[in-house]
């Protein structure tokens, strides 16, 4: 396996592992920032500064530089390889996108990144998969049936890991796990608006703190038992 590939492999391991992925919207990059500090101090190694949020690129270049190297940083509502060859050179390790673009996901490959392209039917979640997304993206989740809707897809799909978004919250999150999720994207139940536009960011590390409590007790109930 080439360093490349092995690098890919642990960053999808490592995105497992976590659990979940909150997805960051601010107002500002200062907001952006300090919300992503904030859920990295609630026990979540993960973040993806999506690229509504002013200097985006930017934003991801400072969080790589600042933030220990245990913790994750992607970039989402990527929707052209343009800017998915200029989040990956800024340090994501990677890349979102709502939909699916083909462009996008060769630039992701061609740069070594982990991509997770958006789909919701049948036929865009294999599309997707099959044009080489490490993760495939299931948006919007909540408005299809939520967890049960993942059941169903894991049930003819098996072998194509999905990362539910869009109506994830604390009561769900390990329903979603349990039917077969390999993680979770969660925005603005993790990100409370209004924490973030007060600049309460105690609230959203003490959020981050019970989205991540819920998963982990969901991955230890269903790891398996050690035998003696």
């Given at each position: 396996?080439?360093?490349?590939?092995?690098?890919?492999?642990?960053?999808?391991?490592?995105?497992?592992?976590?659990?979940?992925?909150?997805?960051?919207?601010?107002?500002?990059?200062?907001?952006?920032?300090?919300?992503?500090?904030?859920?990295?101090?609630?026990?979540?190694?993960?973040?993806?500064?999506?690229?509504?949020?002013?200097?985006?690129?930017?934003?991801?270049?400072?969080?790589?530089?600042?933030?220990?190297?245990?913790?994750?940083?992607?970039?989402?509502?990527?929707?052209?390889?343009?800017?998915?060859?200029?989040?990956?050179?800024?340090?994501?390790?990677?890349?979102?996108?709502?939909?699916?673009?083909?462009?996008?996901?060769?630039?992701?490959?061609?740069?070594?990144?982990?991509?997770?392209?958006?789909?919701?039917?049948?036929?865009e979640v294999v599309t997707a998969w099959r044009a080489g997304s490490d993760f495939v993206k299931i948006f919007p989740c909540g408005s299809v049936g939520g967890p049960s809707y993942i059941r169903a897809l894991k049930a003819v799909f098996p072998k194509i890991p999905m990362i539910p978004t869009g109506g994830v919250n604390l009561a769900n999150a390990a329903e979603f796990l349990r039917a077969g999720a390999s993680a979770?994207?969660?925005?603005?139940?993790?990100?409370?608006?209004?924490?973030?536009?007060?600049?309460?960011?105690?609230?959203?590390?003490?959020?981050?703190?019970?989205?991540?409590?819920?998963?982990?007790?969901?991955?230890?109930?269903?790891?398996?038992?050690?035998?003696?």
């Open positions: 396996m080439s360093k490349k590939k092995s690098k890919k492999k642990d960053i999808e391991r490592r995105i497992e592992e976590a659990g979940i992925i909150p997805v960051i919207r601010a107002e500002s990059a200062d907001a952006a920032i300090a919300a992503a500090k904030a859920v990295c101090d609630g026990g979540i190694p993960i973040v993806e500064i999506t690229m509504t949020v002013p200097d985006a690129t930017q934003i991801i270049a400072e969080l790589t530089l600042e933030l220990s190297r245990g913790i994750l940083i992607g970039a989402g509502t990527v929707m052209d390889p343009e800017t998915a060859k200029a989040c990956a050179n800024a340090g994501a390790q990677f890349i979102v996108s709502p939909s699916f673009d083909p462009a996008t996901v060769k630039a992701a490959i061609e740069e070594g990144v982990v991509m997770m392209a958006g789909a919701l039917t049948p036929t979770v994207g969660a925005g603005s139940e993790l990100i409370l608006p209004d924490a973030l536009a007060a600049g309460d960011f105690e609230a959203i590390r003490s959020s981050a703190q019970r989205f991540a409590t819920v998963v982990r007790e969901e991955q230890l109930r269903r790891r398996p038992p050690r035998v003696a």
